[in-house]
Every structure is written in C-alpha cells, then in structure tokens.
C-alpha cells in the first residue's frame, strides 16, 4: 500500500519544479499547460505507454460555448454548464469547483484543438443524461485511446519528460504537510527519489483496489471493475496520511452496458436514441434515462446481474460511430431480428412478457406519454425493424471521491486550510457529475 515518509532532509536523485504523478488527461493537460507558462514538469507514470482510465473511456469532454456548437448553431453558455451540473448532483456540487470546470471548459476545447492539433468534433446526433445542449467533443474515433495517443504525442512534441513504467510508492514531506517529492519504484526494481517544489496528484481513484471499494462502496464490490488496474487509491492513502481533507469516498461513475461476455463498451447512445432495458424475465425494470452510471446498480440487481439493450438500425447506425460499438459487432455481441418474437427467441427472454413491455412503450411512443418509471418517450423514438439486443452488465469505471480541493486544484487540509504545494486533479480529486 502507498505510504507517507515524514522527513525534512533526505537526499535525492533528481530535483525539479513540478512533479506530476499519473499520466492520463489530467497529468498530461497539466504538464501541457505548465509547459505553456514555463514551468517545467516531469510526469511519473506506471504504465510502460500511458493509458490509464482515459484510454478505457469514451474520450468525450463536455464544454459549453465553444466555437463548435457555434458553428452548428448550438446556443449554450457556462452558466447553462454549471446549473445541468448541479442539477445532476441534486445541488450538492461545490459552486466553486463548478464554476471553475464550466468556465474552463470551453478554452480547454480550444487550446487543445488550437496548440496541440487535437481535431475534436461536436457529437450531435445524441445527448447524455442531464444536458440541456449539445456540448460534448470527441475526436473522430471516439475512443479513450486517440485522445491519450494524442495528448500524448502533444507531450513529446513539446519535450515533457515522461517516466513511464515508473510507480509513484511513496510520497515524501515534512511534519506540516510541505511535500518535498516522490519515490519511484522502476520497472526493473530499482528505486530513486526526485524531489519537487509543488506536487500534482493525477493518479485516478481506488477502483483498482478491492479491499478499498468493498470498504467504500459495498455495492459494486463484486461488479466487473472496467477501469484500470494502477487506480489503487495512491491519492486517498497519501491524503489519510497527510492529514487531507476527504469526502464523498462511497461516491462512482459506473455504467449499466457493457457486453457480456465480451466486456465492450456500449454507448448510452443506444438507450437515449429512444432503446430500452429488459432484464431475463423480459421486464423493463426503472427509467433508463437517469444516466448510465446510476444504471450500473440497476442491471447488477436484476436476475443473473445481467440485462438486454434493445434498439434498432437506426439508433445502430448513430451508436456506430463509437469504435467501441464497431468491436461489438465484429464480436457478434449484438443479435438482430425482423419481429419481437424472434428477437425474443434470440435474447431467449419470456416472449409473452416481453411483447407486453414492447407494445405498452411503443404506444407511449406515440402519444409522447411518461411510463411507469417516469420516462417520458416521443414520438421520433419509434422502433423498426430490423430490431437489435446485446446483453449487458453494470460495471464499476472508476470511483468519483478522493482529496477535496479548492477552484485551483490546491488539496485542502482537514478544518480548511490548504496544502502549500499539493494539488490533485482528475479521479484523485473530489470529482462532479458531467455526464
């Protein structure tokens, strides 16, 4: 487990003004940006190629106002941003904090695009749960992966050291709290000690530790973790030991569609294009649309932990701009019929059961009526053959609580005061809802 080693003199292998520790989108951007105010970063990271939960994602960054929805006549604003924000967290959401990713999400869009070439595009052909426009940006694959390989090679361009196949073991500071740096365990073994003058914590959350989500979050403990193996809590254990301040530890992004047994990702898309759920009675089973994270704990309660998206062509064809969707296919994850009772026989679910759930919401459909659960359906998300279903799980992605900082990214102590010189960012911080 990750420790802390209280100590005021020390000797080291290496000093440098800013150590960053974890080498996903947080730790890059980071890197990038203090690289663009001449400060010079070194970036640790466990993997031997930077991936972490970025490349396992979507690679999809929410931004209100940008010159993409501009260009696509998509009127939205920060504020707009920041009351859908809270409106997903009930209110709960820290205003600052807010605020502070509403505001910056727009130029961070930009910069990238702009400094760094990443060709980001709007998605628009559908919305995720909790947004009053279109704002989120992807890249053409729509994958985690390009969006690392990418922020990655912005990385090397700009000549940031990135020691990769290196694990952070152990964090370094004095009795109040000053971090003075970092040990590093190396791939081959070998250890060494870099000191620094401010320390960024991007190194994710702690799904990646059993013992700590069964501790924290009871519910998803025996779900498939799809996040990424090196999230073991590094931040959290250093932040306990330090004496940070800590919140919303029971808090996950989880999601309730990843093809089983295949273990591929399937985009929300295909539920908000107007698909529903069905669990192996044939049974729609709560309101879809709540958001796919809270829809992990939904599947995971149903009979065999399993559940099946059922859509059709056209939502298929929106859904396959993910390359993830693509996979499925190619893996013979999706099953496809020209009738209900095929499909059925195909998902091999209760015919009779489910034929009921299929006409009671296509006529909703078309009366634009709210169902049982609350959904409301329209009209244009009338489904034609031919029809599709994949049967899915809930996953744990990665865990949402962690270090509490303020709208700088500076780590908060126990009572409110603030670290000199340690920020967290990413899954190590306090995250908020922005999908």
Known sequence: MSAVTFDSVGEWNAQVPLLIVGAGAAGICAALAAKESRVN???IERDSVPSGSTG???GLIPAADTRFQRAKGI?????????????KANGEAPPA???AVACGSAPLIEWLSDRHALPFELVENFNYPGHSALRMHGLPSRTGRELID????????????????????RLIAEGDGLVRGVEIVRSDGTRERIGCEALILACNGYGGS???VRRFIPEMADALYFGHSGNRGDAVLWGQALGAELACLGAYQGHGSVATPHNTLITWAVIMEGGIQINAQGQRFCDETHGYSEQAAQVLRQPGRIAWDVFDARIASVARQFEDFQNAERAGAIVMAESVDELAANMRVPAEAFAAEWRNIEALKKRGEVDRYGRR?????HLMPPFCAVKVTGALFHTQGG????ATGRVKRKGGNLFRNLFAAGGAAVGIPTE
């Open 41 to 43: 970063a070194v970036v």
């Open 56 to 58: 396992l994602s979507a």
């Open 75 to 87: 009127a939205d604003s920060p504020e707009r941003f920041a009351a859908d924000i809270q409106g």
């Open 97 to 99: 904090i807010v605020e």
């Open 150 to 169: 990418r922020l990655r090679n912005a990385a090397e361009l700009s000549e940031i050291v990135l020691l990769t196949g290196s694990a952070a073991d």
């Open 210 to 212: 059993p013992e700590l």
């Open 377 to 381: 359906f329209s009209v244009e998300q």
């Open 403 to 406: 270090l509490v900082i303020d």
